[in-house]
């Protein structure tokens, strides 16, 4: 048993930890989330665990829905409809993040990693 198990009420700054921090940081200084995504395909090779490994491929699903929801959602805001698509996806990004931190502090991969959705 290493020395991390047996503290429990620490906060541990894994790597998918930090990756989930810099996407959350990103709501409010923007610039964060590309860093975020370049650390997660850098260390997506070097996952040293399995539940390490499930993070990468949800964190960088994470990026890209939200890439593409922001587009959409610019798109529409022709049609009114865009400022409630860019709402939903601010969600989703958002709860996907606290997700991926709970589970990273857990040491426990995501249930469906390859999803698109929560």
């Known amino acids: 048993m290493d020395e991390r198990s047996s503290t429990s009420s620490g906060f541990e ?8 921090l810099l996407y959350l940081a990103s709501c409010v ?10 650390l997660a395909y850098v260390w997506r ?5 399995e539940w390490e ?7 960088i699903n994470t ?3 939200g890439l593409v929801g922001s587009i959409v959602g610019c798109l529409l805001l022709i049609v009114v409809i865009g400022l409630l698509v860019l709402m939903a996806v601010g969600v989703l990004v958002i709860v996907r993040c ?8 857990k040491h426990q991969p995501m249930p469906n990693p390859g999803s698109w959705t929560v």
């Not at 200084?29 to 370049?38: A, M, W």
């Open 13 to 20: 700054f894994n790597h998918p930890t930090i990756i989930s």
């Open 45 to 49: 090779g070097e996952a040293k665990a």
């Open 98 to 105: 606290v997700l991926s931190l709970l589970n990273a502090q």
């Open 29 to 38: 200084t923007g610039v964060t989330l590309i860093v975020g995504v370049v």
């Open 53 to 59: 490994a499930s993070h990468y491929q949800y964190l």
């Open 63 to 65: 990026f890209w829905i």
